[in-house]
């Protein structure tokens, strides 16, 4: 069935109505007296726009939101997601909480997500299967990888002289061995990558370059090559970080020591990219990379200010993402894109140098469409895939109507999205999923995640015996000088 937006203005060109014609998962035809089977009637003040991409994500902690302060990352981690039996998810468990995130994206116009998602205590099938579940249902567009790191955590991070029972525990093999975690990935390829008509697909993730060996990371280079996956790795996100490079890497950071194993490509998201300097720009620019930025992240754990102005100069695309509700306490696009219009002010670059509300639109848009290495996303265009999310123009954000893009960036929340369409298919209307039962999965998800609660809290207390020792680490790291301030 076609479907034609009538009487709307189409992103970018926001000075005239025009009718948008979807047929299929294609938009087709952009003009007037077009003619379709199920007629939107914008009424001369519905706006529609590229539906959201989140370039980065991280869907195991959606149901943690708001429950730990604000830490540094290496902290953080502590209590995130411990590690228990009593923690171990059912699938049923790890639907729900993908469900809870895609509900929240959908319901605010976030069309495609990229999601590399970290199942504790290992990608385990019937896991897999229950989160590619929960985005085949939601109508979600989704590329989903396995975050599993794989050598001890003692490889991982710059300790010295850890206590005796501090450095047993580093020295502990990860959950699963590269053998057993290139099988999942195999599972994760073999059925779920192009189902839903290509909807849904699979990426590949090393998590952080120090938290893999050499041979998994290019195993892992290997299957992204050949399917032409998205490749996700965390790199300098914290000062922590940085620092490894005296520690472990004969003083590379962790870019130029990817780049020296020959990993360093055009499939490569390097997330976060706070640490980075104008060597590691270089590198990245050169292997045609993109850079994931997550601003609200990395305020909550106080990781810093990304560059942004240095990379963009460099012409390397940069995406947008959450990152993950438990460090965002949203899964709301519109956050993280008003917070990227406004951090970088604050970073002693004169104000012509600051992003403006079009350039943050591209990172959104064209940036998110690079991240999933796709180049028929992120326009409202004839050829596009018709993902797509209807504004109406007389809500609070836009009311009175003075600059379009400005109050995209700086004035929207979610709440005048009308209408989200996914692959042609309209995935939400009037601020409810079309295709789930809203109601009923969040009631389960209550009951569910609150019968879970005691064990999550015995586990953080139990974690918390480590956090002197991972302190020392990062105060030791935060004193030493790097060459830069982020």
Request: net charge negative; glycine share 8%.
């Amino acid at each position: 069935m076609s479907v034609l937006f009538r009487n709307v203005y189409a992103y970018p060109a926001v000075d005239r109505l025009t009718d948008v014609l979807v047929e299929g998962n294609r938009i087709t035809a952009i003009g007037r007296d077009l003619t379709g089977d199920r007629i939107i009637d914008g009424h001369g003040h519905h706006l529609l726009i590229p539906g959201l991409i989140n370039a980065h994500f991280h869907s195991p902690a959606n149901h943690l939101k708001g429950s730990l302060p604000s830490l540094p990352l290496e902290l953080f981690m502590l209590y995130e997601s411990p590690v228990t039996e009593a923690l171990r998810p059912t699938p049923r468990e790890a639907y729900l909480r993908t469900m809870l995130g895609a509900i929240e994206m959908v319901r605010t116009g976030t069309t495609s997500v990229q999601d590399d998602a970290f199942l504790m205590p290992y990608p385990e099938p019937e896991i897999i299967d229950a989160v590619m579940q929960a985005y085949a249902d939601s109508g979600l567009r989704a590329t989903v990888a396995l975050d599993q790191p794989e050598v001890p955590e003692g490889d991982k991070l710059p300790f010295r002289d850890p206590s005796p029972a501090l450095a047993a525990e580093l020295r502990r093999p990860a959950p699963l061995p590269a053998a057993d975690l290139l099988a999942r990935y195999d599972h994760l390829i073999s059925r779920w990558h192009g189902a839903e008509g290509g909807r849904l697909g699979a990426a590949v993730s090393i998590s952080a370059p120090q938290r893999v060996s050499p041979d998994y990371f290019a195993a892992l280079d290997d299957l992204s090559r050949r399917h032409r996956l998205p490749f996700y790795a965390h790199m300098l996100e914290t000062k922590v970080q940085r620092t490894l490079a005296a520690e472990k890497h004969g003083g590379r950071s962790l870019v130029r020591y990817t780049a020296d194993l020959g990993l360093l490509s055009d499939r490569m998201n390097v997330i976060h990219a706070v640490w980075t300097d104008e060597h590691d720009w270089d590198l990245i620019a050169g292997a045609g990379s993109i850079v994931a930025h997550n601003p609200v992240s990395n305020l909550r754990l106080g990781s810093g200010i990304m560059p942004f102005r240095a990379i963009r100069d460099r012409g390397i695309p940069v995406g947008l993402g959450v990152d993950e509700a438990i460090c965002d306490d949203a899964v709301n696009m519109w956050g993280v894109v008003k917070m990227a219009g406004l951090i970088h002010n604050v970073t002693g670059l004169d104000s012509d140098r600051w992003p403006a509300a079009v350039e943050v639109l591209d990172c959104l848009w064209s940036g998110g469409a690079a991240a999933m290495l796709r180049d028929d996303l992120g326009r409202v265009a004839p050829g596009q895939l018709a993902d797509l999310a209807l504004l109406d123009l007389h809500g609070l954000a836009f009311t009175p109507l003075n600059d379009v893009p400005g109050q995209l960036v700086y004035c929207e929340s979610g709440a005048d999205v009308a209408l989200s369409m996914v692959d042609g298919r309209i995935v939400a209307e009037r601020g409810r999923l079309t295709g789930v039962d809203e109601d009923a999965l969040l009631a389960e998800a209550r009951e569910v995640f609150a019968a879970k609660a005691p064990a999550l809290a015995e586990a953080r207390a139990a974690a918390a015996r480590w956090f002197p020792e991972y302190q020392q680490m990062v105060r030791r790291a935060a004193a030493t000088d790097v060459g830069m301030n982020r």
